[in-house]
C-alpha cells in the first residue's frame, strides 16, 4: 500500500505560480511511475503529468504543456507539479498518483493509488 498526501494548493491570480506537492508513505515511490490529475467541478478527471520511476520521460498533457513541470524525488519520496503562468482553466482539485511501471501514463485507470487532492484555484 502506498498513501499520498498532496499539500501546496491555493488561491492565486492569474499569472502567478504554485508548487504542489506529493508526499509518499507506506513504499518507495521510486518502484512506481507517477503522475498528477486534476478535476474541476462537473467535468471529468483529466491527465496532467507524469513521470517514470526512474525520473526518465515525462509526459504533459497539451493545456500545461510548457507551463507546469513535473519533477520527483525519490529519496524524499516525494513527487512535486510546479505549475506557472496559472490561468482561471486551471482551476481544479489536483492529485497525485501511482501506477506500476511501465504503465500507459495519461490513462488514469493505470494507476493503483491516488491521494485525495489539494484544490487550486485561480481568479482573473
Known amino acids: 500500500q502506498v498513501q499520498l498526501v498532496e499539500s501546496g494548493g491555493g488561491l492565486v491570480q492569474a499569472g502567478a505560480s504554485l508548487r504542489l506537492s506529493c508526499a509518499a508513505s507506506?513504499?518507495?515511490?521510486?518502484?512506481?511511475?507517477m503522475g498528477w490529475f486534476r478535476q474541476a467541478p462537473g467535468k471529468e478527471r483529466e491527465f496532467v503529468a507524469a513521470?517514470?520511476?526512474?525520473?526518465?520521460?515525462?509526459t504533459y498533457a497539451d493545456s500545461v504543456k510548457g507551463r507546469f513541470t513535473i519533477s520527483r524525488d525519490n529519496a524524499k519520496n516525494t513527487v512535486y507539479l510546479q505549475m506557472n503562468s496559472l490561468k482561471p482553466e486551471d482551476t481544479a482539485t489536483y492529485a497525485c498518483?501511482?501506477?506500476?511501471?511501465?504503465?500507459?501514463?495519461?490513462?488514469?485507470?493505470?494507476?493503483?493509488?491516488w491521494g485525495q487532492g489539494t484544490q487550486v484555484t485561480v481568479s482573473s
Open positions: 498518483a501511482a501506477a506500476q511501471r511501465g504503465a500507459y501514463l495519461t490513462s488514469l485507470l493505470s494507476y493503483d493509488y
Open positions: 507506506g513504499r518507495s515511490i521510486s518502484i512506481f511511475d
Open positions: 513521470r517514470r520511476w526512474n525520473g526518465g520521460s515525462t
